[in-house]
């Protein structure tokens, strides 16, 4: 069944779009790279983590994500098949949901925890972390500046 996409609203601005995983992205693929099956092992601990990132109040995303944070909500997309940023989104996230987001390093991997409003957290990661370093910027600045 076709996923609608979200669009940017009007005068939307999007200030910073970085490629993320689910948290344990990395390490599901370094396991399942000596094993059979290696796709569905990965695809396993995807539906852990996104299972408990739904009931913690995150939206829906695919395994692999294009972020973007606009000056009004954080978007998350499927990069397209060429591996480029999306036209349209799968889901957004309002600033109102998040009460703070950190990141940090582990080894190689960049991780960055959403410390929803509720009290639960969310992780997400990426092998190259600058981006994702500034997207957490960028969100705490919007956070800081709403009422």
């Given amino acids: 069944m076709p996923r ?3 669009e940017l609203e009007p005068d939307e601005k999007v200030l910073v ?6 948290r344990g992205a990395a390490a599901a693929s370094m396991r399942a790279t000596f094993s059979l099956g290696s796709g569905r092992m990965r695809m396993k601990s995807f539906d852990a983590w996104h299972d408990a990132a739904i009931a913690s109040g995150f939206p829906p995303v695919p395994p692999e994500m294009f972020v973007a944070a606009t000056d009004r909500r954080i978007l998350f997309g ?8 999306p036209s ?14 950190v990141w940090v390093r582990h ?4 991780g960055v925890a959403f410390g929803m409003a509720h009290g639960s957290i969310v992780e997400i990661e990426a092998v190259r972390g600058r981006k994702l370093r500034r997207l ?8 800081a500046s709403r009422p």
């Fill in 4 to 6: 609608e996409l979200l």
């Fill in 17 to 22: 779009v970085t490629r993320a995983s689910f």
């Fill in 78 to 85: 499927k990069p397209t098949f060429w591996g480029t940023a």
């Fill in 88 to 101: 349209g989104y799968w889901s957004a996230l309002g600033y109102d949901h998040i009460a703070q987001t």
């Fill in 107 to 110: 080894g190689f991997v960049t």
């Fill in 136 to 143: 957490v910027t960028v969100i705490q600045e919007q956070i």
